[in-house]
């Protein structure tokens, strides 16, 4: 079977049953929840039926509801008790969710008729590979990066551990394809010994909330980030590179956008620092405040030890930012040379000096930079996507 996506769709299809696993509620997660979301809403526009099953990690979600005509069905973890603490909740769902979700894939998958099942690694799988086999459903992993010993350095331990240790799936015959976004992902799994077929299909983006390139915002910040607060953000990267930038320019300001396990961590790293007046934490942000804060930004950062693809760098450069980015081959992809500036974030003098150098780089050439940007997160669309991974899950329903 070729691993090949074909170039032109084929109207002549029927439309697809799916039913999409995913262990974060996708308006509550990442880039990586973010992308089966879109993609299942694009895919319902094409025709075809898609229902979600996902966990309850937001106490507030209700049991079901639709989405651009797309069906969302969480799976209750926890007690609801358990919700005062926020990052416990959220994090102990996703963890929960493989084994909770079991007996609510073996209800939809016996009374429905599914045609393929899309499990989704962010960064761990479901347990349903094996009852699909059981149903004769096809199943198709999607994976957003791939893992080496380096995950346990760039990682909390525990979840370096459990990344390496899921991996394996893929490559137990399992899943009857794979679809990775990056070339290098596909050859990284192929050597791994994955032997499924690997379709490559970028994430995409919806330009249309961010300004155009004539667009004038005031901020009152300087510098912008969006992120989950994780170990592998290297936001702490961040802020040492801000206290040594600070000693400079002391009316620096930068927002941290999003939340996560390490707020506290980082909280207390910026009081130690003295930093309360050049950074604010803005906790999590909903898509409308995000896009208002991106659109009002001039310079965006993100100092991560490890991206997948780098949906957040994306929305900046549709968002006509410059970027100031670690030096990471996957963001090399993305941001071109012209856009921005990438340095190693592992060296907080080396990364203050990349700020330094593009907050005293004239405004004109940093708007010719995001400039720059903007046409080039331009190419990428969840429509094309959509109709991309299409084509692929067509050859294994």
């Given at each position: 079977m070729?691993?090949?996506?074909?170039t032109?769709?084929?109207s002549?299809?029927?439309?697809?049953?799916?039913?999409?696993l995913n262990?974060?509620?996708?308006e509550?997660?990442?880039g990586?929840?973010?992308?089966i979301?879109e993609e299942?809403?694009?895919l319902?526009k094409?025709?075809?039926r898609?229902?979600?099953?996902?966990?309850?990690?937001d106490?507030?979600?209700?049991?079901q509801?639709q989405?651009?005509g797309?069906?969302?069905?969480?799976?209750k973890?926890?007690?609801d008790?358990?919700?005062?603490?926020?990052t416990?909740?959220?994090?102990?769902?996703?963890m929960?969710f493989?084994?909770?979700?079991i007996?609510?894939i073996?209800?939809?998958?016996?009374?429905?008729?599914?045609?393929v099942?899309?499990?989704?690694f962010?960064?761990?799988?479901?347990l349903a590979a094996?009852?699909?086999q059981?149903f004769s459903?096809?199943?198709v992993a999607?994976?957003?990066?791939?893992h080496?010993?380096?995950?346990?350095?760039?990682?909390?331990?525990?979840i370096?551990?459990?990344q390496?240790?899921?991996?394996n799936?893929?490559r137990m015959?399992?899943?009857d394809?794979?679809?990775?976004?990056?070339e290098?992902t596909?050859?990284?799994?192929?050597?791994?010994?994955?032997?499924?077929?690997?379709?490559?299909?970028?994430?995409?983006i919806?330009l249309k909330?961010?300004?155009?390139i004539?667009?004038?915002?005031?901020s009152?910040?300087e510098?912008?980030?969006v992120s989950?607060?994780?170990?592998r953000k290297?936001?702490?990267?961040l802020?040492?590179?801000?206290s040594?930038?600070a000693r400079e320019k002391?009316?620096?300001?930068?927002?941290?956008?999003?939340?996560g396990?390490e707020?506290?961590?980082l909280?207390r790293m910026?009081?130690?620092?003295?930093?309360?007046?050049?950074i604010?934490?803005?906790?999590?942000?909903?898509?409308?405040?995000k896009?208002?804060?991106?659109?009002?930004?001039?310079?965006?950062?993100l100092p991560?030890?490890?991206?997948g693809?780098?949906?957040s760098v994306?929305?900046?450069?549709?968002?006509?930012?410059?970027?100031?980015?670690n030096d990471?081959?996957?963001l090399?992809?993305?941001?071109?040379e012209?856009?921005?500036?990438?340095?190693d974030?592992?060296?907080?003098?080396?990364?203050?000096?990349a700020l330094?150098?593009?907050?005293?780089t004239?405004?004109t050439r940093?708007?010719q930079?995001?400039?720059?940007n903007?046409?080039?997160?331009?190419?990428?669309?969840?429509k094309?996507?959509?109709?991309?991974?299409e084509?692929?899950?067509?050859?294994?329903?």
């Open positions: 070729s691993d090949k996506l074909e032109q769709p084929r002549s299809e029927q439309p697809i049953s799916f039913l999409y262990n974060t509620d996708p509550s997660g990442g990586g929840d973010l992308r979301l299942a809403k694009e319902a094409r025709g075809h898609a229902h979600m099953l996902v966990s309850r990690t106490p507030e979600c209700p049991s509801r989405i651009d797309v069906t969302i069905q969480t799976v973890c926890l007690p008790t358990m919700a005062r603490i926020p416990v909740y959220f994090y102990l769902s996703r929960l493989p084994f909770f979700s007996v609510p073996l209800s939809l998958v016996y009374r429905d008729d599914f045609d099942l899309v499990d989704n962010t960064p761990h799988p479901s094996p009852i699909a059981i459903l096809s199943s999607v994976v957003h990066e791939y080496d010993r380096t995950a346990l350095k760039k990682y909390p331990l525990f370096g551990l459990i390496l240790v899921v991996q799936l893929l015959g399992l899943y394809a794979v679809v990775v976004p990056r290098l596909k050859e990284q799994l192929q050597q791994y010994g994955v032997d499924a077929p690997i379709y490559v299909v970028p994430n995409g919806d909330p961010f300004k155009r004539d667009a004038v915002d005031e009152p910040y510098l912008v980030v989950r607060l994780e170990q290297g936001i702490d990267l802020v040492e590179a801000m040594i930038l002391p009316d620096i300001r930068l927002a941290i956008a999003g939340t396990t707020r506290e961590r909280e910026v009081e130690e620092r003295g930093l309360h007046d050049q604010d934490f803005l906790g999590f942000v909903s898509e409308r405040r896009v208002d804060l991106l659109n009002g930004a001039e310079i965006f950062v991560s030890r490890q991206e693809f780098g949906i994306l929305e900046a450069m549709a968002a006509n930012c410059a970027v100031v980015v990471l081959p996957v090399h992809e993305l941001v071109p012209e856009g921005g500036v990438f340095a974030a592992a060296t907080s003098e080396e990364f203050a000096d330094s150098t593009l907050l005293e004239d405004q940093r708007r930079m995001g400039e720059r903007r046409k080039e997160a331009a190419k990428y669309s969840w094309k996507a959509a109709v991309e991974a084509k692929g899950y067509h050859k294994h329903r």
